[in-house]
């Protein structure tokens, strides 16, 4: 390899656009899906970028749920009515800071969520981890799962999150209602924050053919993107609730103005998108995130907190042929490895993430293939795939 890649991608927005064909089209027309284009250097590294990510085609409701996954008999409770009666699975372990998650059936419009699956899905992740973060709000996933950390009874936070878009203010006003009626049911013990976009500046310098986020370009986006920010900070003011506000982003693609208008940021870290092998892949997630979030948002005045939103590695590839991203290749042992290698130690160096993700996620597979819908620690049934959970009692 000339020179280390620095950029990268995740290529997995639990999102569909909803309606929104404009953008959507825009961002179909202007390239396939998972195509890396090599966009040379940026902040001094070799930067990649993937076009036509965030916002997928909406998936039918037949097809969702004809493939919807089965979480019936995952867990086993002592008392059938009562989810806090949960049997532990010894072969779990409190070790993660955190980890993603999207309830299955959390896609707009086609929605199809349950209570009872996502009761079944935080019986697991709080043996697992105390803390949880969500891409978005559609569907009443908020709602679902303070309700579920509600009857279970467990030590979860959540972080909530609105999944804004730049073209249409729709899925954001929608999304703010959901969440500010998520509050106010259940209060705010067990939220950690309220993140605003998922890879806004990514999907916004791809659609207007730049990559800087901090060119002129990136800061209209930036603009765009700070709006939502603040009305969101303006509702919680108004509701008299104290509670911290974020952004979740590629990690080569956060914007000043934007960093300095939140309390914490989220970044993307993927070393298999980035083509690192195995062996180096926790090393160089931590020193991106170091050089690329930390150091940088330790200079802005108002230093926001930087989590990794995001890291993990892919199980499986659908075909053969997208089974390996140069000498990153997916598999179950490299997933082990991954697991082994940054998980305790990251904990212990206090870095706070968000492992990716919970459980493999059959809609991504559907729509985009290759290693998309196998980043999970479960299946898509909610079975522990045949691996070792690291044993070290997270922070
Ligand atoms: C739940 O209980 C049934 C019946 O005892 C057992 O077969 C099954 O393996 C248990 N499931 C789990 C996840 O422990
Ligand atoms: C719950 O988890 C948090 C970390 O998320 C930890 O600080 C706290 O001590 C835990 N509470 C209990 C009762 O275990
Ligand atoms: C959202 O979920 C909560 C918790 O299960 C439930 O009480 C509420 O009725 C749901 N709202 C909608 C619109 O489905
Ligand atoms: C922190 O942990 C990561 C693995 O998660 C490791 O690669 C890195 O070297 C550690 N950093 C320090 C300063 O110990
Ligand atoms: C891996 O993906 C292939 C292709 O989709 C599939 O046939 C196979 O069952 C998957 N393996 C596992 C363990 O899920
Ligand atoms: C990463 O690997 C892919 C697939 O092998 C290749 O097309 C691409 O050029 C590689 N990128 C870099 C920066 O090495
Ligand atoms: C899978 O590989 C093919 C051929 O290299 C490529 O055209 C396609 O975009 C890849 N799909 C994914 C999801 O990576
Ligand atoms: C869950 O899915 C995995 C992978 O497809 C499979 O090997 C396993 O048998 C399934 N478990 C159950 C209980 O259906």
Redo the contacts with the bound molecule.
């Keep these: 390899m000339s020179g280390q890649p620095r950029g990268y991608t995740d290529l997995d927005a639990p999102y569909n656009a909803g309606g929104n064909s404009a953008w959507l089209e825009k961002q179909e027309s202007r390239s396939k899906r998972s195509k890396w284009i090599v966009i040379g250097s940026f902040l001094g590294l070799l930067g990649l970028i993937a076009i036509g990510v965030a916002l997928g085609v909406t998936l039918s409701r037949k097809s969702s749920s004809s493939s919807k996954s089965s979480s019936s008999g995952a867990v086993n409770q002592t008392d059938p009515n009562d989810p806090s009666t949960f049997e532990k699975n010894p072969n779990l372990h409190q070790s993660f800071y955190g980890i993603a998650y999207t309830p299955e059936g959390s896609q707009y419009p086609a929605c199809g969520n349950s209570l009872d699956q996502v009761i079944t899905d935080i019986q697991l992740l709080s043996q697992l981890t105390t803390r949880i973060r969500l891409y978005g709000a559609d569907c009443n996933q908020s709602a679902l799962v303070l309700e579920a950390i509600k009857q279970t009874k467990v030590n979860m936070t959540v972080w909530l999150a609105n999944y804004n878009i730049p073209t249409d203010k729709t899925p954001y006003t929608r999304q703010k209602q959901a969440i500010q009626e998520a509050i106010q049911t259940y209060g705010t013990d067990h939220i950690g924050g309220v993140t605003v976009g998922n890879e806004f500046m990514l999907n916004y310098l791809n659609a207007n053919g730049a990559s800087d986020p901090n060119s002129a370009v990136g800061n209209q986006g930036a603009a765009l993107l700070k709006a939502d920010i603040d009305d969101t900070k303006q509702m919680l003011k108004d509701m008299n609730v104290n509670l911290q506000v974020g952004n979740a982003e590629a990690g080569s693609y956060f914007n000043t103005l934007v960093l300095e208008d939140v309390d914490y940021g989220m970044s993307n870290v993927h070393p298999w998108f980035a083509n690192v092998s195995i062996d180096q892949a926790a090393d160089w997630t931590w020193e991106f995130f170091d050089e690329q979030n930390v150091e940088p948002a330790k200079a802005l005045s108002n230093s926001p907190k930087m989590y990794i939103a995001e890291t993990g590695w892919p ?5 053969a042929g997208n089974e390996s991203n140069g000498p990153s290749t997916a598999s ?1 042992a490299n997933l082990q490895t991954f697991l082994d290698t940054f998980v305790c130690q990251a904990n212990q160096n206090g870095t706070g993430y968000f492992y990716f993700e919970y459980f ?1 996620e059959i809609w991504k ?1 559907q729509q985009f293939g290759g290693v998309e819908g ?1 980043w999970g620690l479960f ?1 898509a049934n909610r079975t522990l ?1 045949p691996l070792t959970i690291p044993d070290c009692q997270s922070p």
């Design positions: 199980s499986n590839s659908s075909d179950t493999d597979d196998w299946y795939k």
